[in-house]
């Protein structure tokens, strides 16, 4: 599904480089948890396969399904099937969140050569989906994000997710903000999503959003690089331990 | 005092051809007095403070710049609303083309024909309420268009009319220059909604003078005709009573030059006061000019301006918006924002926000604000699959959204989206 191959990364407006040679390879239906200290590159990775502006690959590969998906704009990697769900998702006034979501809804499905949904059947999805995430109409009418609480964004960054249908997720620390209720509404959520042809990338500093997202491989990420790869224990052990220990063994 | 050499010229050189109409002894009178106005201010020209970032030249000028005629295969606004259409054509009522001027709750009768009756209530507003606008500040071209001014509308809303009237003004001579005068007045508890589209002329001069009773209701949405090349001053001048709304709503796209000025005066207390504006403006010969001025002189007021502009390639907006709270207007709430999207390097945003406050218990404020395209936000929406021009477009669009929802029938306002999107799409 998504396979990285030595990826090298610096920022664009100083020269500094963030990952240093990342490999990573993820099959249909897997799903890997990236964990790392502060300042890894974790989240870079992230905002490099969505195609944000502001950094440089300096040599390497991604792909998806076999397709380059450095040299696609954002759109076009999301019309491939990636999505990222945003650490902080973005606040944008005067565009209604049903609107937003049905314009991105529609674009991909222009994109892919689909007929767009009409509003009818798109409000049926979408209030289908948004009542497992507890989400309510009010919210649906609210400018996207605007006046959110951070529980509020997350869930819906997972209803994007939900009507978007990717075959690659990144979760970039959905975690970050939540409290335990609210971890456990938007894990519910992602498990929803799990399915045979759909893999997902979850970037976390802490063990327990995995108690609920159970991986099938984790790995640690240190200094721009991927240091370590295992099962779901490796969590446990970061958990329990810390970096440090890690860190050392590996050094 | 004196005027200044440049001003002597320039209305030495305007007025020399101009004749008054004539009509009924009032409207002779009331006539003669702005053209003595006139003399005495004399017009502005580009040293005057208050037209620091607007040329009047092309305006004062005697002679019309000719515009192009515009072509557009757009229906026309507001097609889909029941309404009483006025139809002018460079400047003169086509009878013919406009609906019959029956409708329930308001009288609706032409400016030439008022102005020559001997007894009318429109000389109790005529010229009136511009000349009280004249202070403190002038507006000699609102004066000489009361002056020279032969045509328009005289609108009498006795009970809450029973559909909008839409002026629209028609362009089909490239030289057109046209002078219109039109009047509203609401009766206590009354109400009516005035729609103004079209380009109307090469160069427009308009004057809309506005007297609201106790509880009445003014809702004005206009927009301004999308020919590239036109030229167009507008005034209104509105005097609010206690317990009334005005809202006034313009929506521009292209021209030349457009300067839109509005006076309103508070007078009576618990009022409501809206003027809002967006304009959308492509290339270095379109300027765009706002000019607002809220005098608060009753208890309890609200007024709120609210004013965004679009620019790209070159496009220069002006703003200059001022709240003015009499003493003894207590408990005042004044708002003011006027922003800017500016798409490029080379636009232009130029504000000059006021407010001057002689009581001690209100609330106003005021902000001004310049920006491009929120990048991260454009970046959120392409990675849910928006392309980059669509999402930028949604964003210009949630821009205006603000200035949008002052319009306060919902099926107005989305009549004038959708124009924004089409003219988004076109210019790219």
Known sequence: ?251 | MALAKLKQDTTAARLADVTLPTGAAWANAARADALARVRAMGLPTRRDEYWKFTDPTSLTAVDAPAAALFDTDEAPLFDAVDRVKIVFVDGILDAAASDDLTVEGVVIERLADVMAADIHWARDIYGVLETCGQKPVERALAALNTAMATDGVVIHATAKAAKPINLIYLHSDPASDVVLHNLVKVDAGAEVTLLETGPAAARFSKCLEVDVAEGGAFHHVRVQGRDHERRAVTHCFARISAQSTFKSFTLTFNGVLTRNECVIDIVGDDATAHVAGACVGDGHDFHHDDTVFVTHDALRGESRQVFKKVLRNGAVGVFQGKILVKQGAQKTDGYQISQSLLLDDDSQFLAKPELEIYADDVACSHGSTTGAIDETALYYLRSRGVPADQARNLLTLAFLAESLEEIADPALANDLRDRLESWLARHR
Do not use: W
Not at chain 1, 84 to 105: C, D, K, S, W
Not at chain 1, 198 to 220: A, G
């Open chain 1, 1 to 251: 599904m998504l396979e990285i191959k030595g990826l090298k990364v610096k920022l664009e407006e100083e020269d500094k480089e963030i990952l240093k040679g990342v490999d990573l390879n993820i099959a249909p239906g897997m799903v890997h948890a990236i964990m790392g200290p502060n300042g890894s590159g974790k989240s870079t990775l992230s905002y490099v396969l969505s195609g944000r502006d502001g950094y440089v690959v300096t040599d390497g590969s991604a792909t998806l399904d076999g397709v380059d998906l450095l040299s696609m704009a954002p759109e076009e990697r999301a019309a491939a099937g990636l999505f990222l769900a945003f650490q902080y998702p973005v606040e944008i006034p005067g565009v209604g969140n049903m609107t937003f979501l049905r314009t991105a809804v529609n674009a991909q499905r222009k994109a892919r050569g689909q007929d767009e949904l009409s509003a009818g059947d798109f409000l049926k999805v979408v209030r289908e989906k948004a009542k497992s995430l507890k989400i309510d109409a009010e919210m649906l009418k609210r400018p996207v994000n605007v006046g959110f609480s951070g529980g509020e964004k997350k869930r819906n960054e997972i209803l994007q997710m939900a009507m978007l249908e990717p075959k690659m997720c990144i979760l970039d620390e959905t975690d970050s903000g939540l409290d335990v209720d609210a971890m456990k509404l938007v894990a519910e959520g992602v498990n929803a999503l799990r399915s045979e042809g759909r893999s997902f990338l979850v970037i976390t500093h802490y063990q327990r959003l995995l108690d609920h997202i159970k991986p099938d491989v984790v790995h640690i990420m240190a200094d721009g690089r991927i240091i370590k790869t295992g099962g779901p224990e490796l969590a446990l052990e970061v958990e329990n331990n810390g970096y440090a220990d890690i860190l050392t063994e590996v050094a």
